[in-house]
């Protein structure tokens, strides 16, 4: 996880530069402080997700170019066979697998969201809307001060700038599908 941490922090780098944005700059556009924006980029501060979303608009490339590297290449279909995409974990716990990874400017985020059993995540925050099936186990879905209980099958559409976070229930793992608009 720390190499990838690091490689993402290298690409926040290369991009904030080759963007000609100062740290105070970007960290005023982010809407964080400089210290904590510099915290990211020395890979010693884990970026969270929506911030990656709106450092890629900043610098007008994609999220996913910011957490693997690569950049999009199909204009007309993406196909990811049995789940098999590329797997980020963007901490202990929480692994994400993009299933449009390859797609060129993409509308949407879909994403295979599993969950380990862990201490309650942080509550964030992002643009757009946000839609999550869940495939396998139990999930808790906080949204603002409302909680919702999920079961496979069962699915949430909400408002992602009220703070959320989904946690798996019953001490198992859990499985969802979201589907993220910015």
Known sequence: MSNDIQSIAGRLVELRTFSDYTTAQMAELLGIGENEYVLFESGKGEIPINLIYKFAAVVDTEPMYILSGTMPTKDDAV??????????????????????EEFKHKMMNPMLVTLSPTDTPELVVHGGQEFNFVVEGKLRVIVGDDEYFLRAGDSIY??????????????????FLTVITE
């Open 79 to 100: 196909v990811v066979y049995g789940g098999n995409g590329h797997n980020v974990e963007r901490y202990e716990g929480y692994v994400f697998t993009p299933l449009a």
């Open 158 to 175: 909400f408002n992602p700038a009220r703070p959320h976070a989904q946690v798996p229930m019953n001490g198992q793992k859990a499985k």
